[in-house]
């Protein structure tokens, strides 16, 4: 049984979550054509550093993306969820019922206190995915140094996720023009966005008083300081992990691995 400790009071029944699961992921393949490249080299360092069994806390985990892969990958796995948007949680929740491999948990990462919701002091293996883009610099890099303090002896953290490197911005013009071009198309052709996708689940009769709670809590989309790799490395490095260094990329996004 999936051992939820979330806040969204939603009740379930009915609610098609399968579809909803892969709604959202044509929405981000919207804007990440190769996200599931990401997630497939995320989980092939999770096996190699960490072997079959990862007990892993899914930082900032919405509806399950990671952990879902993770337990169809390595069955073995148990996840700890951890996010505040009440709507992705209920999809979520909905997804894991019943799996007791699951635990998932309301909490604000950036309230210094959302370690002690958790069910361990000491987690093997951290995974977090276009998540903490929307911290700036200094709360960022304090929740490097909390997740330090979460990984064991010879864990890891990976965050895969935009990380912008100012120094060449000739490079990141045409990379974004390009993007946004082929983003354009996309939705001319019928894609659903970001926006609405939200103005799908505002209709639902499930998930419409947890989008509507989400919303109160985060706004509109917003976006941090998205600061470079080089930025991620070193303050990894200087938060207590030993090594760290991206281990996949594409003109827009990175995969950073660090190791306690």
């Excluded at 929740?143 to 935009?162: I, K, P, S, T, W």
Aim: aromatic share 8%.
């Amino acid at each position: 049984m999936t051992d939820t400790d979330t806040d969204t009071d939603t009740t379930t029944a009915g609610a098609d979550w399968h579809a909803w699961q892969l709604s959202w992921d044509r929405q981000q393949e919207w804007c990440m054509p190769d996200r599931e490249e990401r997630f497939r080299i995320m989980l092939d360092m999770v096996e190699a550093l960490v072997g079959p069994a990862p007990r892993v806390l899914d930082l900032a985990c919405g509806r399950g993306t990671i952990t879902a892969r993770l337990l169809a990958r390595l069955p073995e796995a148990t996840s700890t969820g951890v996010d505040l948007d009440p709507a992705l949680l209920a999809i979520a929740e909905g997804t894991f019922a019943g799996d007791d491999r699951v635990r998932l948990v309301t909490a604000d990462l950036k309230d210094p206190g959302w370690r002690a919701r958790l069910s361990y002091d000491f987690y093997g293996t951290v995974l977090t995915a276009t998540a903490l883009h929307w911290l700036h610099s200094e709360p960022l890099a304090a929740l490097c140094g909390q997740v330090a303090e979460l990984v064991r002896d010879g864990g890891l953290f990976m965050n895969a996720d935009h990380m912008i490197d100012d120094t060449t911005p000739r490079i990141n013009a045409a990379e974004r023009a390009r993007r946004h071009t082929r983003m354009d198309q996309a939705r001319a052709d019928g894609a659903v966005d970001w926006a609405a996708w939200w103005q799908l689940a505002a209709q639902d009769p499930v998930l419409a008083g947890p989008t509507a709670r989400r919303f109160e809590i985060y706004g509109e989309h917003a976006d941090g300081d998205m600061p470079s790799a080089a930025w991620h490395a070193r303050v990894l490095r200087e938060k207590g992990f030993a090594e760290a260094r991206p281990v996949w990329c594409s003109p827009s996004d990175t995969l950073m691995l660090a190791l306690t």
